[in-house]
């Protein structure tokens, strides 16, 4: 069974920009959040999708927007980007939503660099 | 408000010797508890959890680690450290006043020097 794929691995952004990154599940799973790390900062909660509707939301400004499709896949945009934006952005999936005993799948990510 | 604190950033074990890479949480509602590692330039990989019952939980790799209600920690355990096992580790904490969003510590970097 193919994992959680996130593409693209590594993009380099200038300030000002957009970005939009991508996040396939665990097929059959149907609950996709999204996470930013940073050194500083750890791992924070983004957003959470499930059946194309965002269930949950982080304290992250609205730059920082995110949808699903009907095949459960995900995609995240930040638009304007700050060089605080640098980050590993990990996308984890679930098979639902609203379980809280089960644990996430979670892809390789995305490294953000902004310049 | 809910929080999860790992106390050590770098954690020195000798191979061969026994691990320990603490935890503790505060939350309301009933804790559900994880474990995840971080190898360099990769997503978290799920260890163990704890949901209910024994306070001993077993995992993936010769992992474990116990549930302590009263003093709130989840230390996650080795009996005997590899080389291998050298990582990033979070702990995470779930509730259900929670809902799904994952509270994560800030991470314990583990070095099992040879």
């Known amino acids: 069974k193919a994992g959680v794929t996130q593409t693209p691995r590594y993009l380099i952004k200038t300030r000002g920009q957009q970005v939009t990154l991508s996040c396939s599940p665990i097929s059959g799973h149907r609950s996709v959040s999204w996470y930013q790390q940073t050194p500083g900062q750890g791992l924070q909660f983004l957003f959470e999708?499930?059946?194309?509707?965002?269930?949950n939301k982080g304290n992250f400004p609205g730059r920082f927007s995110g949808r699903q499709f009907s095949n459960s896949r995900s995609e995240m945009n930040v638009s304007t980007l700050e060089l605080g934006d640098s980050a590993l952005y990990l996308c984890?999936?679930?098979?639902?939503?609203?379980?809280?005993?089960?644990?996430?799948?979670f892809g390789q990510g995305t490294r953000l660099t902004v310049v | 408000a809910q929080s999860v604190a790992q106390p050590e950033d770098q954690v020195n074990v000798a191979e061969g010797n026994p691990l320990t890479v603490k935890c503790t949480y505060s939350?309301?509602?009933?804790?559900?508890l994880f474990w995840y590692v971080q190898y360099p330039n990769r997503g978290l990989q799920f260890l163990l959890k704890?949901?209910?019952?024994?306070?001993l939980v077993k995992g993936s790799y010769g992992f474990e680690a116990e549930f302590n209600k009263s003093q709130t920690s989840f230390h996650l355990k080795k009996p005997s450290a590899l080389v291998s096992d050298s990582a990033l580790y979070f702990c995470a904490v779930r509730s259900t006043n929670t809902g799904n969003q994952f509270y994560f510590g800030t991470g314990t970097s583990l070095t099992v020097i040879p």
């Open positions: 999708y499930f059946s194309e509707t965002q269930r």
């Open positions: 984890a999936s679930r098979p639902q939503t609203g379980i809280v005993n089960t644990e996430a799948f």
């Open positions: 704890y949901i209910t019952g024994d306070n």
């Open positions: 939350v309301s509602g009933n804790p559900y």
